[in-house]
Each structure stands twice: as C-alpha cells, then as structure tokens.
C-alpha cells in the first residue's frame, strides 16, 4: 500500500523555498489529482500540455473584456497552476520524468504567463476603453513578474546550493541536458526533441556564463549552517514575491473585476517588496563575504 502523505512530502523541497499558496492549496490539490491518474497510462507530458491549454484558453477569456470572463479567467488558471503543480509530481512518484518534460515543464509556465498579460491587455482595453492606459500597465506588470520571478529562482537556488552542498542546478543540469544531446544524435527521428534539447542547450549555456561570472569574482568558503541561519527568514520572504503568490493575486482580483488592482499592485508593491528584500539580502551577504 503506497504511504500517500509520506509520498507528497518527498514532493516538496524544503518549506522555506516553497511558496505559501503552493503548500496550502495548489500543491494538495495536485496531488489529489495525481492519486487519482496513478494507476491509469497518463503521463507527466500530458498534464503539462493540459495545463498550457488552459493557461492559454484563460487568456483567451481575460481577452474578451466582460467581469464574468474575468472570472472563468480565474478559475481556469487555477486549474492551470494545479496542473502545474501536478505533473512534476506524477514524474517524482512514477520516476518516468524525460528531459523534453523538464523542458516542457518550464516553457508552459512562459505561454501561459504571456497568454495571461496579452489576454488581460487586450480585456483591459475592451472594458474601459482606454488602450494606452491598460497596456502600459499590462506592460509594466508583465515586465514586474518577470523580475520578481528571476529574483526568486536566483536567491532561492543559490539558499539550496549551499544549505543542502550541491552542485549548481545549472551546471548540473548542462551537464545533463549535453549527455542527453549526445545521445539523441545516434538515435533517428525525434526532430522535435532535438530541436527543443538544443535551444535549451543554448539558453543554459547562457545562464551558466551569467552565473560563473557573478561567482568568480567571490567565492568564499561559506559554512552551511550559519548561512542557513542567517537566510531561512529573508528566503521564506522572497517567496512572497513568487510566480505562484502573483498568480494567485491575479485570481483573486479576477473574482472582484480588479484586474486594474492587480497590474498597480504588481508595479508599485511587487516592486517596493523587491528593493526592500534586495537591499536586506545584501546585507546579510556582506555579512558572509558572499558578492554576486
């Protein structure tokens, strides 16, 4: 008999890192759901496009421009974000994780992102009729998140780097991703696959060259624990400033036609939470001799 509960714990990394709304609503709810397709042939792949088609058919009724399609907006991203949630952890518990779905897996975060913004643009502009307005503020929220979001994937992957002493995701996942190129060019077929791997190749290069600059010009020896102590706070903190958390605010202001709410609150408090947070962080990596 499978231990269900000690199963969705092995799903999570540590709480510190994992959003509140993640731990609270959308993760449960993605597990019931992977309980549920366990036993049958659906595959982590599937999930992931299932999400990105509601993700984008989300977008398509934040584009319509009416309070009521604002709100099956809502409801559909919160399908999405289950979704979402769901598919890594059906690869974790199956182990029948690929490569191309750890890929997929972050590309339909992207689409459905950018249906969102495009569609709220668009909806905005419909429902009060004042096109520069809306999309300045759409713009300026789209640009936000991005931001925030690579804040949090930076400080939070850096926290388990050195707290759990592992090798940097992204190297790691280079190394990988370079393997598993190597041994697509023997096998015939799979364009698609190939295609994807390589871009992605390209992109991690990228981010590799970006990181090792940063940390070459200070890599003291850091102890474990007192970095831990001094960033389990500041770390849970970032969080609030997470794709999830954004997401989550979007939802809820598409309940209560305050979409406009939504973007000035993205701009002005995302924002203003993210200097703050930034500033702080400085301070406590001084304090370690830590730069970059």
Same mark, same amino acid.
């Given at each position: 008999?499978?231990?269900? $509960?000690? +199963?969705?714990? /092995?799903?999570?990394?540590?709480?510190?890192?994992?959003?509140?709304?993640? %731990?609270?609503?959308?993760?449960?709810?993605?597990?019931? %759901? &992977?309980?549920? @397709?366990?036993?049958?042939?659906?595959?982590? !792949?599937?999930?992931?496009?299932?999400?990105?088609?509601?993700?984008?058919?989300?977008?398509?009724?934040?584009?319509?421009?009416?309070?009521?399609?604002?709100? @099956?907006?809502?409801?559909?991203?919160?399908?999405?974000?289950? %979704? #979402?949630?769901?598919?890594?952890? %059906?690869?974790?518990?199956?182990?029948?994780?690929?490569?191309?779905?750890?890929?997929?897996?972050? @590309?339909?975060?992207?689409?459905?992102?950018?249906?969102?913004?495009?569609?709220?643009?668009?909806?905005?502009?419909?429902?009060?009729?004042?096109?520069?307005?809306?999309?300045?503020?759409?713009?300026?929220?789209?640009?936000? /998140?991005?931001?925030?979001?690579?804040?949090?994937?930076?400080?939070?992957?850096?926290?388990? #780097?050195?707290?759990?002493?592992?090798?940097?995701?992204?190297?790691?996942?280079?190394?990988?991703?370079?393997?598993?190129?190597?041994?697509?060019?023997?096998?015939?077929? +799979?364009?698609?696959?190939?295609?994807?791997?390589?871009?992605?190749?390209?992109? /991690?290069?990228? =981010? &590799?060259?970006?990181?090792?600059?940063?940390? !070459?010009?200070?890599?003291?020896?850091? !102890?474990?624990?007192? $970095?831990?102590?001094?960033?389990?706070?500041?770390?849970?903190? *970032?969080?609030?400033?997470?794709?999830?958390? =954004?997401?989550?605010?979007?939802?809820?202001?598409?309940?209560?036609?305050?979409?406009?709410?939504?973007?000035?609150?993205?701009?002005?408090?995302?924002?203003?939470?993210?200097?703050?947070?930034?500033? *702080? =962080? +400085?301070?406590?990596?001084? /304090?370690?001799?830590?730069?970059?």
């Amino acid at each position: 008999m499978i231990d269900w $509960f000690n +199963k969705f714990i /092995s799903t999570l990394k540590m709480l510190e890192v994992e959003e509140v709304f993640d %731990l609270i609503f959308y993760r449960p709810l993605a597990f019931l %759901l &992977v309980k549920i @397709v366990y036993p049958t042939n659906i595959t982590p !792949n599937q999930l992931t496009v299932a999400a990105v088609i509601l993700g984008v058919i989300g977008g398509i009724f934040y584009s319509l421009g009416k309070p009521e399609y604002f709100v @099956v907006a809502g409801i559909l991203f919160i399908l999405y974000d289950v %979704l #979402d949630c769901s598919d890594g952890q %059906l690869a974790r518990l199956k182990k029948n994780g690929t490569k191309l779905g750890r890929i997929l897996d972050g @590309v339909a975060d992207y689409i459905a992102t950018i249906a969102a913004y495009i569609g709220i643009g668009i909806g905005l502009t419909k429902y009060t009729d004042n096109a520069a307005t809306s999309w300045a503020l759409t713009v300026g929220a789209g640009i936000t /998140s991005a931001i925030l979001s690579i804040l949090l994937d930076f400080y939070r992957n850096r926290f388990l #780097d050195i707290v759990l002493k592992r090798e940097s995701v992204l190297e790691s996942e280079l190394q990988e991703f370079k393997r598993e190129n190597e041994r697509l060019k023997n096998i015939e077929g +799979k364009l698609f696959e190939k295609w994807i791997i390589k871009i992605y190749l390209q992109y /991690s290069e990228f =981010q &590799v060259k970006m990181a090792n600059n940063k940390k !070459n010009k200070s890599k003291p020896l850091i !102890n474990s624990d007192i $970095f831990y102590k001094k960033n389990k706070l500041i770390i849970h903190l *970032w969080t609030y400033i997470g794709p999830t958390t =954004q997401l989550t605010f979007m939802i809820i202001c598409s309940f209560f036609n305050a979409l406009h709410t939504y973007l000035i609150g993205m701009i002005i408090f995302g924002n203003l939470l993210a200097l703050i947070l930034f500033i *702080w =962080q +400085k301070k406590i990596d001084n /304090s370690l001799n830590l730069k970059g």
